[in-house]
């Protein structure tokens, strides 16, 4: 079953979308559309691991990551698809959160594990002293999980982009980034005349200037890349009423569910940058919906959020029931 999504090429959709009065033409590259719940990069980083591409055994796949961890996500719904078994570390406790409860669900288990391993774990390249893989069948996958294997599975949105007669030689790639490693492996990549614009979702100094280091390395010069901003953002976990009632417009509009904290708040930022006025741009669209579920959680009084909730519960229901069909 896990072939047929190895093998899909999401689609292209141009879209109008409504920006201070105007109607911006931009590209969705639909990534979501493999599936709600592991598509967008957390797939493209993760198809080609040999767990899923070319595994014929079970085994037991080992990660680490937040309560609220797409990728955790993701790896357990393509672990069930593949028929191996998760175990995540996670420094979450007693109030599972539902993600956390979505992954049991589909097979995986948690251990508790403190901030400083997770601290430790982070600075090691490659797997931790603490990993054993001495029977064989145990993977350790790395936080984000990119590697080696990565690089193939996100060039594939440039090769795809780069054979469809609708793009335009001065395109713009406009992405969020968490980590930076599919920001990285989609700048390797780029055409000589393409650009990327890159919103850092983590509201950090250090993590912008990181970016920006990280990618300066892979396009020298600043005229092919730019570190997008949002005023007042708070990053992962926090949005305002305007990127709400943007997400909401834009869904009106387009019927696209974008997520609030990476691709809704990249696309909102470039419009905001005024590069429409000069570029022609193209969304990844990473998927992430369910996040709309994690912000219902936090009680915000907004009829649109209640809104944009309940199209996020559909299309993750759906695909979860697709799953187990």
């Excluded at 899923?52 to 796949?61: C, I, Q, V």
């Excluded at 539902?98 to 797997?127: E, H």
């Excluded at 691709?263 to 193209?282: H, M, P, Q």
């Amino acid at each position: 079953m896990l072939r047929q999504f190895i093998d899909t090429r999401s689609p292209l959709q141009w879209k109008l979308v409504p920006f201070e009065g105007e109607k911006v033409k931009i590209a969705f590259k639909r990534d979501d559309l493999v599936n709600a719940v592991f598509g967008g990069n957390k797939f493209r980083k993760l198809k080609y691991h040999p767990s899923f591409s070319n595994s014929s055994s079970s085994r037991t796949l080992v990660s680490m990551g937040g309560g609220y961890s797409n990728l955790l996500l993701a790896l357990a719904a393509l672990a069930k698809l593949s028929g191996h078994s998760c175990r995540f570390f996670t420094t979450h406790s007693a109030e599972d959160t539902y993600l956390m409860n979505w992954c049991r669900v589909l097979g995986a288990s948690f251990t508790r594990a403190s901030r400083a391993d997770f601290r430790n774990w982070r600075a090691v390249v490659g797997t931790p002293d603490f990993f054993n893989e001495r029977d064989g069948k145990v993977t350790w996958i790395p936080e984000g999980g990119g590697g080696d294997w990565s690089g193939r599975g996100v060039g594939e949105i440039i090769d795809e982009l780069a054979i469809g007669p609708s793009i335009d030689d001065d395109v713009e790639l406009i992405t969020g980034a968490g980590t930076g490693i599919t920001a990285g492996f989609l700048a390797a990549k780029l055409p000589p005349t393409w650009s990327i614009f890159i919103f850092p979702a983590i509201a950090s100094s250090n993590f912008s200037n990181m970016l920006s280091e990280k990618i300066g390395k892979i396009l020298p010069g600043k005229s092919r890349f730019v570190i997008g901003r949002l005023s007042g953002d708070k990053g992962i976990g926090a949005v305002d009423e305007e990127i709400i009632r943007f997400a909401h417009s834009v869904f009106v509009q387009t019927g696209i569910l974008l997520d609030p904290f990476y691709n809704g708040k990249a696309l909102y930022s470039w419009l905001k940058s005024g590069r429409w006025k000069e570029k022609s741009g193209v969304l990844i669209h990473s998927g992430g919906v369910q996040a709309w579920i994690g912000l219902s959680n936090m009680k915000m009084d907004n009829p649109l959020l209640s809104e944009l909730t309940a199209e996020a519960q559909r299309l993750i229901c759906a695909d979860l029931k697709k799953m187990y069909d």
